[in-house]
């Protein structure tokens, strides 16, 4: 068939039209999926929405609303429920940033430097070690509870943050370890050998060009390392018993077993309050969270 | 500047031995190329010169000094690598002047070796880009400037070409060699490439599985290898190879039947080293199969393709005994594939390896 006897125009009618039909379809598709996850979205955030509208309802509407919007509003129960207890709110809260403050950089920092001698070093054993690393992930946290308990019994530091804080110091999470040592093993070999050619220690190496390279993962350890300690409510459970030492899970909890119902909207209110730093993380890493959560294989 | 020995040094992984015992003068101001391929040692023998590598046995002398058990960093030597393995989190200036650092050199005497570095480089307008913002020839240069601003004794290159294209390739090829010359300090570049080898080398070392084939300069080894794999590998294209059987020996040469054909040629090698009847293999280089008449004997051949170069053709053929030959023309070829060609066979260009080990008869130097 010659150029001249191709029906140039048709074709072009047809493929439009073909085209036409596969967006009409796509569109239908995409506003069926939207449509199934809006009605998800709503289920899932419902309960949240309803803590958050609770909270600023008077104590006898909480039990009867159903709505997610409150039809009057008043900060009472914030303000109440800071001062709820002998001790504020402003107390748990510094607690809990403490806690959440030396656990984030000492994860951060031990687990790197845990992460960098088994991604980089050569020692005898190393693969022994890094297999009974990876067991710790395997035994459940209560199982060691009794006698981690027993040990920081015998240290005296029962009612301290001290049980909740220094096994991060010492890379005690075997998880953020071996999320780090993935990473380190990505970081070209070369890199590191063109380090040792000028006259870098390991210090230095993990110091002036492991970190710096890594901070992706990095911020992904301390954003996960604050969420899971800002939310722990079985660790200083266990271990904390005085008020003034309580973070603020152990408060919220502390409303729920007061003998009357009465402070239920004051429990909301705390309760708002308390999600809101993890929040706050979520609205500004969530690209590194999303990630991070990929990398972790979402394992708590 | 200084001057290397390797002295039958080892090299095991396990009880897998990569490096049998090798020995190895690297002159001082030269520049030696280690070539061979994938998986010959070369980058193993380079990396233990390094220092990133143990050496289990032998010993690595600089300058008649053992350098076995001394950290890389003081050796005084200093590497490109293949992937350039520039920081990609520092700007060039931090990543020239890193070594420095870290060897707690004075501020001034960092800021002049950086900006000698880069003027000899021609990357001042670079120093304050981060190396994802180069292009691979800028990232090259960098990572040579690397080495240079530490003033080493020597340089070590680790296939610093491979990533590169042709073109640039060829633009990098020079800038090393007259970087040489200029700095005139020792270097040692591994590459698999025969033409980089070629080109660059003072002098070339060719290695196969963890052994030395050959030591020479690039014309020595092209023109009297000492075997049969280096004369494999050095010269492109690669040298004709045609199994033969010796028929007479006298005092000046030996003369040969190619297998399955009726051609007969005297080579002039050292007789004494043949006995008739002996299976051997003739070499002869694709340049050097001449066009019919011009040669000591003549071989025929069917062409089965032709490749216009443009400025040379190569015509590939296959003899009566079945064996490929490959032809290098002048010019532009007019032989067309399924014709029948006479080629005449030179014998002062002819090579004959023995059959059983492939170690080359010593041809008369000319």
């Known amino acids: ?300 | 500047m200084a001057r290397g020995q390797l002295i039958d040094v080892e090299k095991r992984y396990g009880r897998h031995s990569v490096i049998h015992g090798a020995s190895l003068d690297l002159p001082d101001g030269e520049l030696t190329v280690f070539v061979g391929p994938s998986g010959c040692g070369k980058s193993t023998l380079l990396r233990m010169i390094a220092g990133l590598e143990e050496i289990d046995d032998g010993l690595f002398l600089l300058d008649g000094e053992p350098m076995n058990d001394v950290p890389p960093a003081r050796r005084g030597i200093a590497m490109v690598f293949q992937s350039y393995a520039l920081y990609p989190h520092m700007s060039v200036r931090q990543n020239l002047s890193f070594g420095l650092e870290t060897a707690r050199t004075p501020r001034g005497e960092i800021a002049a070796a950086v900006a000698r570095a880069s003027r000899i480089l021609r990357i001042e307008h670079l120093l304050d880009r981060k190396p994802r913002e180069l292009s691979g020839g800028q990232r090259q240069r960098v990572a040579i400037g690397r080495a240079i601003v530490r003033q080493p004794r020597m340089f070590l290159f680790d296939e610093p070409l491979s990533n590169l294209d042709a073109e640039l390739r060829q633009e990098m090829r020079v800038e090393i060699a007259r970087l040489q010359k200029e700095l005139a300090t020792t270097m040692v570049y591994v590459t698999h490439d025969q033409i980089e080898a070629m080109t660059m080398a003072d002098r070339i070392v060719v290695l196969r599985e963890g052994r030395i084939e050959q030591v020479g300069t690039p014309v020595a080894l092209y023109d009297h290898p000492d075997n049969q794999f280096v004369a494999g590998f050095i010269g492109s294209p690669r040298m004709n190879f045609h199994g033969a059987v010796v028929t007479s020996v006298d005092g000046s040469a030996v003369t040969v039947a190619l297998t399955g054909t009726t051609t007969q040629i005297a080579v002039p090698v050292a007789a004494q080293a043949a006995a008739i009847g002996e299976q051997l293999v003739l070499g002869i280089r694709p340049p050097n199969l001449h066009p019919s008449g011009q040669g000591d004997a003549e071989i025929a051949v069917e062409i089965t393709l032709v490749e216009q170069l443009g400025g040379n053709a190569l015509l590939y053929g296959r003899t009566e005994a079945g064996v490929d030959l490959v032809a290098q023309e002048p010019g532009h070829s007019a032989a067309q594939r399924g014709e029948r060609r006479v080629f005449g066979l030179p014998s002062a260009q002819c090579h004959l390896f023995r059959h059983s080990d492939g170690l080359a008869l010593p041809r008369r130097r000319s």
Not at chain 1, 49 to 64: C, R
Not at chain 1, 148 to 176: H, T
Not at chain 1, 200 to 229: G, N, Q
């Open chain 1, 1 to 300: 068939m010659s150029d001249a006897a191709l029906d140039i125009a048709g074709l072009r009618a047809r493929l439009a039209g073909s085209r036409a039909r596969a967006h009409r379809l796509h569109r239908l598709h995409r506003l069926l999926r939207h449509c199934g996850l809006v009605v998800l979205c709503a289920a899932a955030l419902y309960p949240l929405l309803w803590m958050v509208a609770a909270s600023f309802l008077p104590e006898d509407e909480i039990l009867t609303a159903i709505s997610p919007i409150p039809k009057s509003w008043s900060l009472h129960n914030y303000t109440a429920g800071w001062n709820a207890f002998d001790v504020s709110f402003t107390r748990f809260y510094l607690n809990s940033a403490l806690i959440a403050a030396i656990s984030v950089v000492g994860n951060v920092f031990a687990s790197s430097l845990a992460a960098f001698a088994f991604a980089r070093l050569r020692f005898p054993g190393r693969g022994l070690l890094f297999g009974l690393m990876l067991l710790t992930l395997m035994i459940p946290a209560h199982v060691t509870l009794i006698p981690q308990y027993v040990l920081f019994q015998n240290l005296d530091w029962i009612d301290s943050i001290l049980p909740l804080v220094v096994p991060k110091l010492l890379g005690c999470d075997a998880f953020f370890i071996f999320l780090m040592v993935q990473f380190f093993r990505t970081i070209p070999r070369e890199i590191e050998e063109a380090a040792r050619m000028d006259g870098c220690s390991p210090w230095r190496i993990y110091r002036r060009i492991i970190m710096p390279l890594s901070t992706p993962v990095l911020a992904t350890a301390a954003i996960f390392s604050f969420i899971f300690t800002w939310d722990d409510f079985f660790g200083p459970l266990i271990y904390l018993s005085s008020t003034e030492n309580f973070n603020v899970p152990l408060a919220l909890r502390a409303f729920a077993g007061s003998d009357e119902g009465s402070s239920l909207g004051q429990l909301f209110a705390m309760a708002t309050l308390s999600v809101m730093p993890v929040f706050l993380v979520f609205v500004f890493c969530q690209r590194l969270v999303i990630s991070g959560a990929a990398g972790l294989g979402l394992k708590r």
